[in-house]
């Protein structure tokens, strides 16, 4: 996905009311962890969260890098996948954390994608009741998106993230090399958040997708940056979600979390669901945000250009998808709160979508 060659790395300072951190993106960085958490932390001890597919790859790497600055990691490995993220999982977390000798002046690393960095971030907020967490996310998904604005949590039965907790990170750190391990339905479903970001908030992202070759880390460098960019921004005029404003960053999420859901978190990557999402939510703002037909018919194809799938099988169960939108965190007094866009390049939010457009949308799927 990324040619090799060096590049320098680019800072990128986040900032809100209360939070103030850094985001580094380059190459070559995971080897420099020990050096740049040592600017921003003088504890010793800390907890490296990974899960079963990425330790391997990266934990050493990032160990030694620890190690090297003084510092005394202690790795915590938790099964790959959306099934971990789970309070049960978080308390033996902790429960390990606590076994190490970590205490409340120790930090936190989430080295993974993004069940890594939410789950890591939640136990990073809950831990002697707040410690510091650096993320490191490994997915392209999880480097423009998820390890970005400082939401954390955990799965229920009912529904994703319905317990969790705002935490910022004290730094994020991306480094494209690890995206050359990723498989290419890995990278094509971080695309899907992008091209959220395009759809929501950037006409001109929208135009330079599809054209898109990623073939360099100069080029996928721009593009991860502008994402952040886009992200922060919106989280930075709405941090915990009171005014709408960063509601639009759940545009295609309503219906893209239900079908991850009723398939069982093993049918659809993430990433995946949400494209079907967008489908969907493209279908309700033709009729409730005047979204023009051939704008639609747009996003379809810049979706299906990155092989993100836009028609759901005929025998998946639909009808779990309806069963789980009632638990959707969107949800308020038992109206959905929906992210509809009137064009490429904006989004609102909007209280007159019901279950009966969702369900049509679904259906046509």
């Known amino acids: 996905m990324v ?45 490296i969260i990974s899960d079963s597919h990425v330790a391997p790859l990266f934990a050493n790497r990032v160990k030694k890098s620890l190690v090297t600055v003084g510092l005394r990691p202690t790795l915590i490995t938790i099964p790959a996948g959306e099934k971990s993220k789970t309070l049960q999982q978080a308390g033996a977390i902790c429960d390990q954390m606590i076994a190490a000798g970590l205490d409340r ?90 091209i959220k970001h395009a759809v929501i908030a950037d006409a001109k992202m929208f135009q330079t997708l599809q054209s898109w070759k990623a073939s ?52 659809f990557l ?23 037909p051939g704008q639609r018919d747009t996003i379809v194809d810049l979706l299906r250009q990155f092989n993100l799938p836009t028609r759901l099988p005929k025998n998946f169960p639909r009808k779990k998808t309806f069963d789980t939108l009632k638990f959707d965190k969107k949800f308020e007094g038992g109206r959905v709160r929906f992210v509809v866009t009137p064009r490429i390049g904006a989004a609102r939010l909007t209280n007159d979508v019901t279950l009966g457009d969702i369900r049509k949308a679904v259906e046509q799927l």
């Open 3 to 47: 040619a090799s060659g060096a590049l320098s790395h680019s800072v990128l300072q986040i900032r809100g009311g209360a939070y103030r951190y850094p985001a580094l993106v380059g190459t070559g960085l995971l080897d420099q962890v020990g050096e740049h958490t040592r600017k921003y932390l003088s504890s010793e001890r800390c907890a």
């Open 270 to 292: 993430h990433g995946e669901a949400l494209s079907l999402g967008i489908v969907a939510a493209c279908a309700i703002s033709i009729k409730h945000a005047a979204l023009p």
């Open 105 to 194: 002046q120790s930090f936190v690393i989430g080295l993974g994608g993004g069940v890594v960095g939410d789950i890591s971030g939640f136990v990073a907020a809950i831990y002697h009741r707040g410690i510091p967490h650096v993320q490191i996310p490994t997915t392209l998904l999880a480097m423009v998106d998820s390890s970005i604005g400082g939401k954390t949590g955990v799965n229920t039965r009912d529904g994703k993230n319905l317990i969790g907790a705002i935490h910022h990170p004290l730094l994020v750190i991306d480094d494209l090399d690890v995206l050359k391990t990723l498989p290419r339905h890995e990278f094509n479903q971080g695309c899907a958040e992008i």
């Open 216 to 267: 360099d880390a100069l080029a996928l460098q721009k593009l991860i940056k502008r994402n952040i960019a886009i992200k922060s921004n919106i989280v930075t005029k709405d941090e915990r979600d009171r005014i709408g404003e960063r509601a639009r960053l759940n545009f295609g999420h309503t219906v893209g979390h239900a079908i991850e859901r009723a398939g069982g978190y093993r049918k």
